[in-house]
C-alpha cells in the first residue's frame, strides 16, 4: 500500500461525517478519502492529512519576519521518510522540508502546490535558500500561468518540473437551487486590501444610482486606510464571515457577483470566483494575472480594468439593467466549471503528473 502525506494551509477538522458547511478541504471524514483523493483511479493508497495550527504569536512572527511556516514545517520533517510522496497545498510550508531533503538526500518524492507565489521576486537573502530548496521538490504545480514567467524569470531551475494546475471545486457544494432573485449584489472577502480592492469597489458603488444594495460578506467592517469614502455609501452592508452554506444561500440570491482584486501576480481569488460560477452567478471580476486562466470576458464573467472604479461602475449598471444578457452569463459560468474547473478534473491532472515519479 502507498501512503501519501496530505499538507495544508487551512486547519482540518476530522470527522465521521461530510458538512456541507465546510469547504472538502477543511475537513477529513473517517470513511472517505480526503479532499479531491476520493477521485483517483488507484484503489491503494493510504492517504494522511497534516492541516494547520496556529499559534498565534509565533504564527505573527512567521508571517512578519520568516515569510515561512517554520513551526509546520518542523512537524512534518521527522514523518518524512514514513511515506511513498509527500504533497503540499502551501509553498510557505513546503520550502523548508524540501531544503531538508535536498541537504540530506531523503528519496521521499514531494510536490508543491505553489499557491502564493514562489517566483515573485524576492529579498537578496531568500533566494539562495528557495534555489536549494527547490533541488528537492520533483513535481511543482502553479495556479496561474502568469507564475511561469515569474519562475523563468527568478528560478529558472523548477521550469523542467513545473505544470500549470488549473484549481477545480467540488459541484456538490455549489449549487444555485433555484432560489428567488433577491435586490442586492455580493461581494465576498474576508481580507484586506492586499486582496481585495475594496477602494476601487466602494468608490464604483458610491457613483451608482440605484436602491439595489451591497451586500460585504466576511467582513464586519473596513478600515479607515481601505476606502477613499469618509463615509459608506447608503445600500452597503455588512455580513460578516460565514459557514459555506450560510455564504452559499447568500450569493444564490445575488442578482449578481463582485469580486474586486488588486494587481498581483500569483494565484488568489480562484476559488471565491469558481465557486459562484459554479452557482450559476455572472461575476464582475478584475482583470488580473491570476484570474484570467479561467474566465472569458463577455462569455462566462465581466472582466473590469484593475482599480478602474468607472469600469465597474459601468459594468455594473450593465448587468443591472440587462437581466437577459445577465441570465446568459449565469449559465455559460456554470457550464465552464462543470466542462474545465471541477473537482475531478483537479484530482485527475495531480494524478497523472503524480503517477510519473511514484
Known amino acids: 500500500m502507498k501512503k501519501i502525506l496530505m499538507v495544508v494551509g487551512c486547519e482540518v477538522q476530522q ?55 517554520l513551526f509546520q514545517s518542523l512537524r512534518i520533517l521527522p514523518k518524512m521518510k514514513k511515506y511513498d510522496l509527500v504533497i503540499f497545498f502551501h509553498s510557505q510550508i513546503g520550502i523548508i522540508p524540501a531544503l531538508f531533503k535536498s541537504i540530506f538526500k531523503i528519496k521521499t518524492p514531494l510536490v508543491l502546490i505553489d499557491v502564493e507565489g514562489l517566483g515573485r521576486k524576492n529579498k537578496w537573502y531568500h533566494l539562495p535558500f528557495i534555489k536549494k530548496a527547490l533541488r528537492g521538490i520533483d513535481k511543482l504545480f502553479y495556479l496561474a500561468s502568469i507564475q511561469k514567467e515569474d519562475y523563468q524569470r527568478y528560478l529558472p531551475e523548477i521550469i523542467n518540473k513545473s505544470d500549470f494546475l488549473p484549481l477545480g471545486i467540488d459541484l456538490t457544494r455549489f449549487s444555485s437551487n433555484g432560489a428567488k432573485e433577491d435586490d442586492y449584489i455580493v461581494s465576498i472577502g474576508y481580507q484586506g486590501p492586499d486582496f481585495r480592492d ?29 476606502i477613499d469614502y469618509e463615509k459608506i455609501p447608503l445600500g452597503v452592508e455588512f455580513v460578516g ?19 474586486p482584486l488588486p494587481e498581483r501576480r500569483h494565484a488568489f481569488g480562484q476559488m ?16 488580473v ?7 472569458r470576458d463577455k462569455e462566462n464573467a465581466l472582466l473590469v480594468e484593475p482599480s478602474d472604479a468607472l469600469d465597474l461602475k459601468s459594468k455594473m449598471e450593465f448587468l443591472m439593467s440587462e437581466p437577459e444578457k445577465r441570465k446568459t ?9 462543470e466542462r474545465e ?7 485527475q491532472g495531480i494524478f497523472k503528473a503524480v503517477s510519473k515519479i511514484l
Request: hydrophobic share 40%; glycine share 4%.
Open 329 to 337: 452569463l449565469e449559465r455559460k459560468a456554470r457550464e465552464t466549471i
Open 289 to 295: 494575472p491570476g484570474i484570467i486562466d479561467y474566465v
Open 15 to 69: 470527522a465521521k461525517e461530510d458538512d456541507i458547511r465546510k469547504h472538502p478541504a477543511d475537513l477529513s471524514l473517517t470513511n472517505q478519502r480526503y479532499w479531491f483523493f476520493k477521485h483517483w483511479p488507484e484503489d491503494n493508497l493510504k492517504i494522511d492529512v497534516m492541516g494547520y495550527k496556529k499559534i498565534p504569536f509565533f504564527n505573527k512572527i512567521e508571517k512578519k519576519i520568516l515569510h515561512f511556516h
Open 198 to 226: 475594496w477602494k476601487t469597489l466602494i468608490k464604483a458603488y458610491g457613483q451608482l444610482k440605484t436602491k439595489t444594495k451591497l451586500l460585504i460578506v466576511g467582513r464586519e467592517k473596513f478600515k479607515p486606510e481601505e
Open 272 to 287: 471565491t470566483l469558481l465557486g459562484c460560477m459554479a452557482m450559476g452567478k455572472a461575476v464582475v471580476v478584475s482583470r
Open 241 to 259: 464571515k460565514t459557514d459555506l452554506l450560510t455564504l452559499n444561500e447568500i450569493t444564490s440570491k445575488a442578482k449578481f457577483v463582485v469580486l
Open 341 to 347: 474547473f471541477n473537482e475531478i478534473e483537479m484530482a
